[in-house]
Nanobody
Framework: QVQLAESGGGSVQAGESLRLSCTVS????????AAWFRHTPGGQREWVAS???????NYADSVKGRFTISRDNAKNTVYLQMNSVKPEDTAVYFC???????????????WGPGTQVTVSS
């Protein structure tokens, strides 16, 4: 059973930094595109950032220049470095990844349970 687990959330002050991690629970054949989403207190789900199987990245305009998504394939982990955070970044952050568990399997999207990030002004 493959599971994703986020960590690194917490409460910080505006302007501070936070690094979220998303780790796959076991070795898999491949991890393709991975992304971070967030659910805001207002109930909106927002795409935050994506990274493909290489190093190509994309960001929502609201976080561009402040957040950085990266991956460490050796550790089966995707990161979200959050700098200069703002109160409007407060949300539950989820990671998702397209994973092939073995060479004969198809790509399937997995989601983590989420981690809370709270930014105070």
């Amino acid at each position: 059973q493959v599971q994703l687990a986020e960590s690194g959330g917490g409460s910080v002050q505006a302007g501070e930094s936070l690094r979220l991690s998303c780790t796959v629970s076991r070795d898999v054949f491949s991890i393709n595109t991975a992304a971070w989403f967030r659910h805001t207190p207002g109930g909106q789900r927002e795409w935050v950032a994506s990274i493909n199987s290489g190093t190509a990245t994309n960001y929502a305009d609201s976080v561009k220049g402040r957040f950085t998504i990266s991956r460490d394939n050796a550790k089966n982990t995707v990161y979200l470095q959050m700098n200069s955070v703002k109160p409007e970044d407060t949300a539950v952050y989820f990671c998702t990844a397209g994973i092939r568990t073995d060479s004969s399997s198809r790509i399937r999207n997995y989601w983590g349970p989420g981690t809370q990030v709270t930014v105070s002004s």
